[in-house]
T-cell receptor, first 113, second 111 residues
Framework: AQSVTQLGSHVSVSEGALVLLRCNYS??????LFWYVQYPNQGLQLLLKYTTGATLVKGINGFEAEFKKSETSFHLTKPSAHMSDAAEYFC???????????FGEGTQLTVNP | DGGITQSPKYLFRKEGQNVTLSCEQNLNHDAMYWYRQDPGQGLRLIYYSQIVNDFQKGDIAEGYSVSREKKESFPLTVTSAQKNPTAFYLC??????????FGEGSRLTVL
């Protein structure tokens, strides 16, 4: 079955440090890929998405992600963490346009002062 | 502004009661979804609908029911058959591109 795996349910970084959240998918067919962010007691907000074209995708709040087909990965990065980045992050994939999304289990990001 | 509205934000239920969570969207999206979120378990799909008057079970449909009588509305009923209903419920909608737009969520607590 096709699945999405996020390595690390909790990631802790210092303010100003690099943020790296890992996401891998299990399929030989590359999917459409998404990263969402969720703040406490709120819905999910789209950070960025990859459908086709350029493999380095830039999103909101300074985040970006790179699609690497050979590694079946779509890791999320931000060069310098802010306190406001503390939230839960979800990676998701769909394998055909308009099909339901498969979500990873989420990564809780903590930013330390 | 266009978006998805869920209500109520917080809901308390006694055991044995059915409750209905409302979800309305004005994005003109065809597809709508209900997810359940529990700590450490990510999002699990309950039901989804790709067109009016049609819906499909997701991964954890037991104990839940839905209707899709209007394009804008996709209410979820949590029935007394749902043995562990305390959770955070998220409604979403999408167009053909597959990107989901989420509501703010409804937190249900069983007393």
């Amino acid at each position: 079955a096709q699945s999405v795996t996020q390595l690390g349910s909790h990631v802790s970084v210092s303010e100003g440090a690099l943020v790296l959240l890992r996401c891998n998918y299990s399929s030989s067919v590359p999917p459409y890929l998404f990263w969402y962010v969720q703040y406490p007691n709120q819905g999910l907000q789209l950070l960025l998405k990859y459908t086709t074209g350029a493999t380095l995708v830039k999103g909101i709040n300074g985040f970006e992600a790179e699609f690497k087909k050979s590694e079946t990965s779509f890791h999320l990065t931000k060069p310098s963490a802010h306190m406001s980045d503390a939230a839960e992050y979800f990676c998701a994939a769909s394998w055909t346009s308009g099909s339901r999304l498969t979500f990873g289990e989420g990564t809780q990001l903590t930013v330390n002062p | 502004d266009g978006g998805i509205t869920q209500s109520p934000k917080y809901l308390f239920r006694k055991e044995g009661q059915n409750v209905t969570l409302s979800c309305e969207q004005n994005l003109n999206h065809d597809a709508m979804y209900w997810y359940r979120q529990d700590p450490g378990q990510g999002l699990r799909l309950i039901y989804y609908s790709q067109i009016v008057n049609d819906f499909q079970k997701g991964d954890i449909a037991e104990g839940y029911s839905v209707s899709r009588e209007k394009k804008e509305s996709f209410p979820l009923t949590v029935t007394s058959a749902q043995k562990n209903p305390t959770a955070f419920y998220l409604c979403a909608s999408s167009q053909i591109t597959g990107e989901l737009f989420f509501g703010e969520g409804s937190r249900l607590t069983v007393l």
